[in-house]
């Protein structure tokens, strides 16, 4: 399940909203005859970025890569790669099936489209996501894919160590984490799909909850969380990226109310990491793409703040495409996936060193 549910929250981001509590099952494309299969390795990355954060998440994180047919075959041979990001409260193994790989990888290579490595690396937190963000309370998860898991695929798997050769993309948080990645690592990667993602405005703060905050005042230990309420979950999950404390324990974080009052100053902190709110401070980093790309569908709550995105964007004259298509949240990302995502990427990343 994504950050689509419900965020029963004292600050309400336009990214995360009101959504059926049940999960819509995601469309599988038919196998496509003739896909050869890929190699699909489960590995632990080591990530220095996220190692002695305070909520003590684990700074060995499972990758799951998958290697495309030739791979085995072609010893010499080096690839792009591509980095696929995952959604709240879901990790890299949950991903493979809400996205259905390795079938769409497989489909998408039958399809026609160039053959790349393709890595999901896990950024899953005790309180179900890390918002791809750099927090001393959950760890610096902002290094740890732009830096760490790049770094050991690139020194463990044949691939071509260049930006033009490495895509980015990510759905839902996974979405928010492409967005924000983006626009701060350039020099990583060369080009981003940004599919219906989260937390991209800030709202302004609504009544206080007498109930949900007694019940996140309740919490004594990270591990309490686990019986909270999904939406709960996502305010324990932010508030430990956003507005991290480490002179507040057990959970070193500041949420957004304090004895029954909004928090002006944390509000102001969610505030900030609203890409809306920052990406104007990137215009430069987001013109050394070679290709942009965002898509949402038409009946997701997500879709005007990734509209609002492509707006900015197209305002500063950044060549970028979005879409609107038919669908939820959930209901079309495996064939977006396949579809489209895997064919942007073989249009945009270079299979031999370029510029």
């Known amino acids: 399940m994504n950050c689509a549910r419900l965020f029963s929250s004292i600050v309400l981001f336009s990214g995360i909203t009101s959504f059926a509590l049940a999960q819509v099952k995601t469309e599988v494309p038919p196998p496509q005859a003739g896909a050869k299969p890929v190699r699909t390795d489960t590995i632990k990355i080591h990530s220095p970025a996220v190692e002695g954060n305070l909520e003590g998440d684990a700074a060995d994180r499972d990758v799951i890569v998958y290697l495309p047919p030739s791979y085995d075959a072609q010893k010499t041979r080096r690839y792009p790669v591509l980095y696929a990001l995952h959604g709240y409260s879901i990790g890299a193994e949950q991903w493979t099936h809400e996205i259905h790989v390795p079938q769409t990888v497989e489909g998408a290579f039958a399809l026609g489209a160039q053959e790349m490595i393709v890595v999901l690396p896990d950024s899953k937190t005790v309180h179900n996501g890390s918002m791809y963000s750099s927090s001393v309370t959950t760890g610096d998860f902002e290094k740890f894919i732009a830096r760490d898991v790049v770094a050991y695929i690139d020194a463990h798997y044949r691939t071509i160590p260049a930006r033009t050769s490495r895509g980015l993309a990510g759905h839902s948080m996974g979405g928010y984490g492409a967005s924000r990645i983006g626009m701060k690592y350039p020099e990583v ?49 932010s508030a430990a990226a956003w507005s991290p404390n480490p002179k507040n324990p057990p959970l070193y974080l500041d949420l957004p109310t304090k004895d029954g ?8 902190k969610w505030a900030a990491n609203a890409p809306l709110a920052f990406v104007d401070q990137y215009i ?21 703040g990734a509209q609002k ?15 609107i298509y038919p669908g939820t949240h959930t209901s079309a990302v495996a064939v977006r996936f396949q579809s489209y995502v895997m064919p942007f990427f073989s249009k945009n990343l270079c299979s031999k060193n370029c510029k």
């Open 189 to 237: 990667f060369g080009a981003l799909y940004i599919m219906s993602p989260c937390c991209m405005t800030a709202r302004a703060a609504g009544p206080v909850n007498p109930e949900t905050t007694k019940a996140l005042e309740a919490v004594k230990t990270p591990a309490d969380s686990a019986s909270l309420p999904f939406g709960l979950r996502t305010q324990l999950a």
């Open 261 to 268: 009052k909004t928090d002006p100053e944390v509000i102001a």
């Open 284 to 304: 430069g980093n987001l013109r050394q793409y070679r290709a942009i790309a965002m898509d949402v569908g038409d009946q997701d709550g997500l879709r005007a």
């Open 309 to 323: 995105l492509h707006e900015i964007m197209d305002s500063y004259s950044i060549a970028n495409t979005f879409e």
